[in-house]
């Protein structure tokens, strides 16, 4: 008895040091990432940061550090692949929950595992050399190098954690819903349209929000493709830079203790609050939508 209870008392200990650890880890970071920009913010302020229309930070005139053409680069890109990768992956993971044939469950399951492990610059690849000749043709453009094409492949990239989770999500219903929806007489899509989809809009919700969490963190794909010009785009046709796109490329180049080094440090706590106000946000709407479940 005593040895079971230490056995528990391990494995509890285990899992709450893990938890910790995550913690930690995260506070470790976001304390690297203020510490480095903190001169910066000194310097030249996060106002500027947030509102100047042009980075250049080797300006005749004295640099530039502003983040707007790349913020909104980035919301673009993502928006973009979000209103692509939604819909799509809600479908399949409706499909693959109530509607597939085992065996199609069992083709089709793995297959998207597998595209979920696909090395980003793989897809990178593949948006330059397919992609960006058909969007070039399509649209009458010298090249399709931008933010549409940066939209379709993070669509592409988010579609496995979407359907995942959606098809977790519609999975995890109680099996008394569906009966008695079709009871009433409706039929196998009147009852996933209008019963079991509301019912799983908790974890619908969650997989939208990581989706979009996995789209905002992407880099290689997207410095691939989108044409890498840090102007302001106006339409999904115009070449853009997102925020991790512009720290690859100068944080390797850039002299260390300069205020160039420190203002990518803080274009990375942008980032970094970004990506944190999304999971939060997407943790609230689950906690929120199972309250009013229960």
Same mark, same amino acid.
């Given at each position: 008895?005593?040895?079971?209870?230490?056995?528990?008392?391990?494995?509890?200990?285990?899992?709450?040091?893990?938890?910790?650890?995550?913690?930690?880890?995260?506070?470790?970071?976001?304390?690297? %990432?203020?510490?480095?920009?903190?001169?910066?913010?000194? =310097?030249?302020?996060? %106002?500027?940061?947030?509102?100047?229309?042009?980075?250049?930070?080797?300006?005749?005139? +004295?640099? !530039?550090? +502003?983040?707007?053409?790349?913020?909104?680069?980035?919301?673009?890109?993502?928006?973009?692949? @979000?209103?692509?990768?939604?819909?799509?992956?809600?479908?399949?993971?409706?499909?693959?929950?109530?509607?597939?044939?085992?065996? =199609?469950?069992?083709?089709?399951?793995?297959?998207?595992?597998?595209?979920?492990?696909?090395?980003?610059?793989?897809?990178?690849?593949?948006? @330059?050399?397919?992609?960006?000749?058909? !969007?070039?043709?399509?649209?009458? @453009?010298?090249?399709?190098?931008?933010?549409? $094409?940066?939209?379709?492949? *993070?669509?592409?990239?988010?579609?496995?954690?979407?359907?995942?989770?959606?098809?977790?999500?519609?999975?995890?219903?109680?099996? $008394?819903?569906?009966?008695?929806?079709?009871?009433?007489?409706?039929?196998?899509?009147?009852?996933?349209?209008?019963?079991? %989809?509301?019912?799983?809009?908790?974890?619908?919700?969650?997989?939208?929000?990581?989706?979009?969490?996995?789209?905002? +963190?992407?880099?290689? &794909?997207?410095?691939?493709?989108?044409?890498?010009?840090?102007?302001?785009?106006?339409?999904? #046709?115009?070449?853009?830079?997102?925020? &991790?796109?512009?720290?690859?490329?100068?944080?390797?180049?850039?002299?260390? $203790? &300069? &205020?160039?080094?420190?203002? *990518?440090?803080?274009?990375? @706590?942008? *980032?970094? !609050?970004?990506?944190? #106000?999304?999971?939060?946000?997407?943790?609230?709407? *689950?906690?929120?939508?199972?309250?009013?479940?229960?």
């Amino acid at each position: 008895m005593n040895y079971r209870r230490l056995k528990e008392r391990a494995i509890g200990l285990y899992f709450a040091g893990n938890g910790v650890a995550v913690i930690i880890f995260l506070l470790a970071i976001l304390g690297l %990432l203020w510490q480095n920009s903190w001169p910066f913010f000194k =310097e030249v302020g996060p %106002l500027k940061l947030l509102t100047d229309n042009q980075w250049n930070p080797t300006s005749y005139f +004295g640099p !530039i550090f +502003g983040i707007r053409p790349m913020l909104v680069s980035t919301l673009m890109v993502t928006g973009g692949a @979000l209103a692509l990768a939604f819909p799509i992956g809600v479908a399949c993971a409706a499909y693959l929950g109530k509607m597939a044939f085992s065996w =199609e469950r069992e083709i089709l399951k793995p297959l998207v595992e597998i595209l979920a492990g696909i090395p980003s610059v793989v897809i990178g690849f593949f948006g @330059l050399v397919v992609l960006n000749p058909i !969007i070039a043709r399509v649209f009458n @453009l010298s090249n399709g190098l931008n933010i549409l $094409n940066g939209s379709i492949l *993070l669509a592409i990239m988010a579609l496995p954690t979407i359907i995942s989770l959606t098809e977790d999500a519609i999975t995890a219903m109680p099996k $008394n819903f569906e009966d008695a929806s079709l009871a009433l007489g409706a039929t196998s899509w009147q009852t996933l349209w209008r019963v079991i %989809l509301p019912a799983a809009k908790s974890g619908i919700a969650a997989a939208f929000m990581l989706g979009m969490g996995r789209a905002i +963190g992407e880099t290689m &794909t997207v410095l691939m493709v989108m044409g890498n010009v840090l102007s302001l785009p106006t339409s999904f #046709l115009d070449p853009g830079m997102t925020m &991790t796109a512009v720290i690859a490329i100068e944080l390797g180049e850039v002299p260390f $203790n &300069t &205020t160039h080094y420190y203002a *990518l440090f803080a274009v990375g @706590l942008v *980032l970094f !609050i970004m990506t944190f #106000l999304v999971n939060l946000t997407s943790d609230i709407i *689950l906690n929120r939508f199972q309250g009013v479940e229960k």
